[in-house]
């Protein structure tokens, strides 16, 4: 790791600004790291606390987990003036509620591939996935 002599210090202090940025709560918000050719992914991970279901916010790549989290940060504080917003209805397979979620992504591909982020796509039957209004 760069930087200071704490790491995890600086860690903690990026992880506390989305969280707030972003007004969620610890048990709502899951950073997930992994080695990319050597490099740093992060996965910012949601849950939603009504369906209890993970869908993937985003991802970065860094040199380590503090440019990963960094570059997080970064785009968390723009990514609602870079990126369009995606409604999507599904229902997971064996239920019968329609659940209704939201996401930010750059096309309506990228939307549905944050919903089966981490899934098998054949556990979800997607009914509607609409482009929002700009405001």
């Known amino acids: 790791m760069r930087g200071t002599n704490d790491s995890h210090v600086e860690l903690a ?3 506390k600004q989305i969280k707030d940025y972003l007004g969620l ?6 950073f997930e790291y992994s080695d990319t050719e050597g490099k740093v992914r992060l996965d910012l ?7 209890h279901q993970s869908f993937l916010f985003h991802s970065t790549i860094g040199i380590d987990k503090l440019e ?3 570059k997080m940060t970064d785009y968390v504080k723009d990514y609602r ?8 209805q599904w229902m997971a397979k064996g239920d019968k509620e329609l659940h209704t979620s939201y996401f930010s992504a750059k ?19 997607v009914y ?4 929002n209004p700009i405001s």
Do not use: C, F, W
């Open 81 to 88: 003036s870079q990126e369009n917003t995606y409604t999507i």
């Open 68 to 70: 990963a989290l960094h």
């Open 107 to 125: 096309d309506m591909y990228s939307a549905l591939d944050k919903l089966y982020y981490g899934r098998d796509a054949n556990t979800i039957t």
């Open 25 to 30: 709560s610890t048990d709502r918000l899951i």
């Open 128 to 131: 509607i996935v609409k482009m």
């Open 45 to 51: 991970i949601t849950i939603n606390p009504r369906h």
């Open 13 to 15: 202090k990026y992880q």
